[in-house]
């Protein structure tokens, strides 16, 4: 049996950048004067009014054939991040070349935004605006979300009712996402059945407690499911964006799967642990050392890869540019391969 003809066991992964999106949120006890607890629907309506404030629509126009004026044709939404005015929203509402974008608030400024930084990889990019001191969100921690939580989407729907609620639950994590048939588009999102529309791209995935968990950033067609990035890895790209106009991603150059006891056994692997290398693709990082179809990577700069510590989670690690250490079992011969990271474009 093939290692390639392996299904539901084996997760393909495209190594094209190391990052490891995650979300987590904490639920937070809340009591009404006099100590009695506040309800579940008491709990959520508070969370949702703390964040509307920083929750904003981002509309794009466009100049009309043959003429000087412009019309709306792009709608969106974005959180503020910071009270000097950078927003956060999806790369994927700021791509329009010819576009001029500005920000409405929740208490009806209409302010011009200028794009700062994209990352169309990731579907996040940076807006900033001035001249006024802004409400801001707030971030969960992103290592804990668990499915069933109740979340709480908020946006801009059909580009026509802002500040939009809907609330649903975690319905799954580290979801890969393919837009086509050569590689995953999205990692690792958060899978939500809150009810997402056309408008509510860039908003805030919300828990009760009130911290962003999420950015929405995609919807199923027909399924009734929607996927947001995960607030940490939103965090980490943020300070590249500000600074560089992007992210930098470290590029590998193979395909892999992680290695179990399925895979090792249908492969004739000597090791319990690691990441098979599927392919390697010609004149990436990993050609250039030496890297082979068949090899399985078992360390990154001597630290395991394992079933939890997989091997994209370790590479989020470097830039690109950097050199690091692969060690190599090459059916039961250990190598040690040096490798310079590319960027991923």
């Known amino acids: 049996m093939s290692i390639r003809k392996l299904s539901g066991v084996l997760i393909v992964f495209t190594l094209l950048n190391g990052s490891l999106w995650w979300a987590a949120t904490s639920q937070s006890?809340?009591?009404?004067?006099?100590?009695q607890a506040l309800s579940d629907e008491q709990l959520g309506v508070l969370a949702v009014r703390s964040v509307k404030p920083a929750v904003v629509s981002v509309i794009g126009s466009a100049p009309l054939p043959n003429h000087h004026a412009r019309q709306d044709t792009i709608f969106g939404s974005g959180f503020i991040v910071s009270s000097d005015g950078y927003i956060v929203t999806n790369s994927h509402v700021v791509s329009s070349a010819n576009a001029e974008f500005r920000v409405l608030l929740l208490d009806g400024k209409n302010l011009p935004a200028r794009i700062v930084g994209v990352d169309t990889y990731s579907d996040i990019a940076l807006l900033k605006v001035e001249g006024i001191s802004m409400a801001t969100v707030r971030f969960g921690n992103s290592d804990a979300l668990e499915t069933g939580q109740s979340v709480f989407a908020i946006g801009d729907a059909?580009?026509?009712?802002?500040?939009?609620?809907?609330?649903?639950?975690?319905?799954?994590?580290?979801?890969?996402?393919?837009?086509?048939?050569?590689?995953?588009?999205?990692?690792?999102?958060?899978?939500?059945?809150?009810?997402?529309?056309q408008g509510n791209s860039g908003g805030p995935l919300i828990n009760m407690s009130g911290e962003v968990i999420g950015m929405t950033t995609l919807l199923e067609q027909g399924s009734g499911l929607g996927f947001a990035i995960p607030s940490n890895y939103i965090q980490s790209t943020l300070e590249q964006l500000k600074s560089l106009?992007?992210?930098?991603?470290?590029?590998?150059?193979?395909?892999?799967?992680?290695?179990?006891?399925a895979v090792k056994a249908v492969a004739g692997l000597s090791v319990d642990a690691g990441a098979y290398v599927q392919s390697v693709t010609g004149g990436s990082p990993a050609a250039n050392a030496g890297v082979r179809e068949g090899d399985v990577i078992t360390r990154i700069n001597g630290e395991a890869i394992g079933?939890?510590?997989?091997?994209?989670?370790?590479?989020?690690?470097?830039?690109?540019?950097?050199?690091?250490?692969?060690?190599?079992?090459?059916?039961?011969?250990?190598?040690?391969?040096?490798?310079?990271?590319g960027e991923y474009k």
């Open 29 to 35: 006890a809340a009591v009404k004067p006099g100590g």
């Open 158 to 197: 059909l580009g026509k009712y802002q500040h939009t609620v809907t609330r649903g639950v975690v319905s799954g994590l580290e979801r890969d996402v393919s837009l086509d048939s050569s590689r995953p588009r999205y990692k690792n999102l958060i899978e939500t059945d809150a009810t997402i529309n």
């Open 245 to 261: 106009g992007k992210a930098t991603r470290p590029y590998l150059g193979i395909s892999y799967v992680r290695v179990d006891q």
């Open 307 to 341: 079933l939890t510590q997989e091997l994209d989670k370790l590479l989020a690690r470097f830039m690109s540019g950097a050199q690091i250490l692969l060690r190599i079992d090459r059916a039961g011969q250990q190598l040690d391969l040096p490798v310079i990271l």
